[in-house]
């Protein structure tokens, strides 16, 4: 099963990995793979974008508490960021950057590790997304668009969450919403949102992260495997964007927000693409 490769992207989420597991072994001396410390999307359901439950597992190997360590975690994690590059921007410029302008990272009940993005970061984000180009998936008038097999068979929820991605783009370029004409001003994007939208946002940032380290570290093997993670995926994404649908309008209202959830609706549609099988046929939602 080929990976999606991905041109020139730096993963934020990397970026928090990295500098945890700089920290783990900065203070305990063991060296973990980034690929090992998992950070699942939980927003809105806990008051965090992503969370990780590394500290509770290295309890059983250090005998100590999980919270303690989840704690010496997060004080040598802040100051390792403080004096690296782990605080950096996402336009590829060379600005350094105080890492608290773009995420924070709490201990909570038995040594979860939550961390949240700033609203800016979520701006730079939602703009890199979007940026973000997908080797055989390509932009045709708006909609994202990749050769597939014709199949019959696949799930129905992705569909229709696919099916309602075109037909908004579609219906934006007959009321002048798109082509989108955009300042880009990443302080401002992603400012009064709804709670669904950061979570769409967060869920598509998993995704990338997710098909971006699969495109490093060809961990998986079982190509049978890789799509049922895949069609997980897939699912929860296409849920989530159901949401969406259903709480946020695109028409009617002010052009900034509408412009912002338009954004929104094409990563949808890009990496529901990217997650298909590859016997798939969506061109009839074009």
């Not at 600005?95 to 961390?115: F, P, T, Y």
Request: hydrophobic share 40%; proline share 2%.
């Amino acid at each position: 099963m080929p990976v999606n490769k991905f041109v020139q992207f730096i993963s934020p989420l990397q970026i928090i990995r990295e500098a945890i597991a700089e920290a783990i072994y900065t203070g305990f001396g063991i060296h973990l793979k980034c690929h090992e410390i998992a950070l699942e999307a939980t927003f809105p359901k806990y008051s965090a974008h992503y969370t990780s439950s590394v500290a509770i597992a290295l309890c059983p190997r250090l005998a100590q508490d999980s919270l303690t360590i989840a704690e010496a975690i997060i004080k040598l994690c802040i100051q390792t960021c403080r004096k690296s590059s782990y605080g950096i921007s996402l336009d590829n410029s060379s600005e350094n950057r105080d890492i608290d302008s773009q995420w924070q990272i709490q201990a909570v009940g038995k040594g979860w590790l939550n961390i949240n993005f700033t609203e800016q970061y979520l701006g730079e984000i939602l703009l890199l997304l979007e940026k973000l180009r997908i080797a055989a998936i390509e932009d045709t008038n708006g909609i994202w668009q990749k050769g597939f097999l014709i199949s019959d068979q696949y799930i129905i929820e992705d569909n229709y969450a696919y099916a309602r991605c075109c037909a908004l783009i579609r219906l934006a370029y007959r009321e002048h919403l798109l082509p989108l004409v955009l300042e880009k001003n990443s302080k401002t994007i992603f400012t009064e949102v709804k709670p669904v939208e950061t979570s769409l946002l967060v869920q598509n940032l998993a995704i990338a992260d997710y098909l971006m380290s699969a495109q490093e570290n060809c961990t998986e093997r079982n190509h049978k495997k890789i799509q049922e993670k895949q069609d997980k995926l897939s699912r929860s994404l296409a849920d989530v964007f159901l949401q969406f649908y259903d709480q946020c309008r695109i028409f009617g209202v002010n052009r900034d927000i509408a412009c912002r959830r338009l954004l929104l609706i094409r990563i949808t549609q890009k990496f529901l693409l990217a997650l298909a099988p590859t016997n798939i046929n969506y061109t009839m939602y074009l």
